[in-house]
């Protein structure tokens, strides 16, 4: 961060973010499935941010490989997110400590205490999302080291609730206690200055980092991204009731369509008895892992599924992810210099 009044009052708000993470500036790259691996993430931490690994449905030999390609490139540090409902989620652990991996972002339901035992066993870091206060007092006593508050302006799976309502109802109890990095619709710097003041350490972004030069995501998701704006991100629906679908937020195009017509087939399954619940989440959890592939990998962007946050129409260009950080540093440092 270079100086002036405006940067050196970021980096004091930034720094127990900085401290914790062990990066320049407290800006951690989103867990993206199939975007967030190792050629993003270790830009990410090069340029002087936090990426994270997306483990999202990867087997263990999968997230070993990917984790070891990313220490080949960069020295920086770097964290890895692992979905709680993982059936491997004891393998994927032990991964993470072979690597001595630094940090562990626990995503997607409260995670288990064994699975917290065993990560804070390994003598690394424990960050887990808290969708609302009383979830984030209960991560806290569970020993989590580090909060992640994300609103319902992100995109892929999502909570009810809005950035900035969550920010306001939880952070004044919390921040002082335990670091709490905001994530969803974040865009620009000036987003990132409120927050900090408002008591958090960092924030997260995913949806800004999709078009970076070094992402692998396809030449017509990034397209698709640079075109749209922010109302073309909505939210998928749930067809039955009796099937608790987490909802994922994407650009509309036919997998819309698709994914109901996928929750029909699988609530039948649980009616005729033929799956249990557990499986039935499992299926879906794949489905859009398939989907997203698609999207991501193949650039199929109208039956593949495009997950992206509201702050899709702040992305407007392809860029190095070092301009991006640049950018949002500097509108972060010039918004608190105009306040005096």
């Not at 892929?156 to 670091?179: K, W």
């Not at 990998?297 to 593949?304: A, F, Q, R, S």
Request: charge should be negative; include cysteine.
């Amino acid at each position: 961060m270079s100086g002036g009044p405006g940067h050196d009052r970021l980096k004091e708000l930034m720094h127990r973010g900085t401290e914790f993470l062990g990066c320049d500036v407290a800006i951690m790259g989103g867990a993206m499935s199939w975007v967030s691996e190792r050629n993003l993430v270790s830009a990410i931490s090069n340029a002087g941010g936090f990426g994270v690994i997306a483990c999202g449905a990867m087997n263990p030999e999968l997230l070993d490989t990917e984790i070891a390609e990313t220490k080949t490139r960069t020295d920086r540090p770097f964290g890895v997110n692992l979905i709680t409902m993982h059936p491997q989620l004891a393998e994927l652990i032990d991964v993470c400590t072979r690597h001595q991996v630094g940090h562990v972002v626990l995503a997607g339901g409260l995670p288990p205490g064994w699975a917290i035992d065993k990560i804070k066993a390994s003598g690394a870091k424990l960050m887990g999302f808290s969708p609302a206060l009383s979830l984030a007092k209960k991560l806290m006593r569970s020993g989590v080291d580090a909060l992640v508050i994300e609103g319902m302006e992100a995109g892929g799976h999502i909570g009810p609730v809005t950035t900035s309502v969550l920010a306001q109802e939880i952070l004044p109890h919390v921040s002082h206690d335990i670091p709490v990095f905001i994530a969803g619709g974040i865009g620009r710097g000036e987003a990132i200055a409120a927050y900090l003041e408002m008591g958090a350490v960092g924030v997260q972004l995913g949806t800004r980092f999709v078009c970076a030069n070094e992402s692998i995501a396809h030449a017509n998701f990034k397209k698709a991204f640079i075109r749209a704006s922010a109302r073309d991100a909505i939210l998928s629906i749930q067809i039955d009731p009796r099937l608790p679908v987490i909802p994922v937020r994407a650009l509309k195009n036919q997998e819309t369509e698709r994914f109901a017509a996928k929750q029909r087939e699988v609530a039948q399954a649980l009616d005729e008895g033929a799956i249990e619940m557990a499986e039935a989440q499992l299926q879906i959890e794949h489905y859009w892992a398939g989907a997203l592939r698609r999207a991501v990998i193949d650039g199929d962007i109208e039956t593949g599924s495009v997950m992206a946050g509201q702050s899709v129409g702040m992305v407007v260009r392809e860029e190095p992810v070092a301009a991006i950080i640049q950018e949002l540093v500097g509108e972060a440092a010039a918004a608190l210099e105009s306040r005096g």
